[in-house]
């Protein structure tokens, strides 16, 4: 069994700052990659930012500048700091992530956290 747990969410004022966390547990061989979604009301799911194993990351156009994607390789931990927090940025945040689960596997598995609510007030 592989599980995802966010934590770090929360209530915060426009131009503050949040920190999320992505804690991956289980059967663990190797993580290709691992990437930050958000969804809100009435919207599709988004990618947020991603960071593939070599170091790589990618960001959503709404967030560059303001938000820093890491991992933490030692501790199957991500994380993504988000600065200059707009009202717009309000969502789910969903942690999402490609592995291998044991040396075997011939393909990597796709797994999804159960999300954390992120609210910036005005």
């Known amino acids: 069994q592989v599980q995802l747990v966010e934590s770090g969410g929360g209530l915060v004022q426009a131009g503050g700052s949040l920190r999320l966390s992505c804690a991956a547990s289980g059967s663990i061989f190797s993580i290709n990659a691992m990437g930050w979604y958000r969804q809100a009301p009435g919207k599709q799911r988004e990618l947020v930012a991603r960071i593939i194993s070599g170091g790589s990351t990618n960001y959503a156009d709404s967030v560059k500048g303001r938000f820093t994607i890491s991992r933490d390789n030692a501790k199957n931990t991500m994380y993504l700091q988000m600065n200059s927090l707009k009202p717009e940025d309000t969502a789910v945040y969903y942690c999402?992530?490609?592995?291998?689960?044991?040396?075997?596997?011939?393909?990597?598995?796709?797994?999804w956290g159960q999300g954390t609510q992120v609210t910036v007030s005005s």
């Open positions: 999402n992530a490609d592995l291998k689960r044991y040396y075997s596997d011939f393909r990597a598995y796709n797994y």
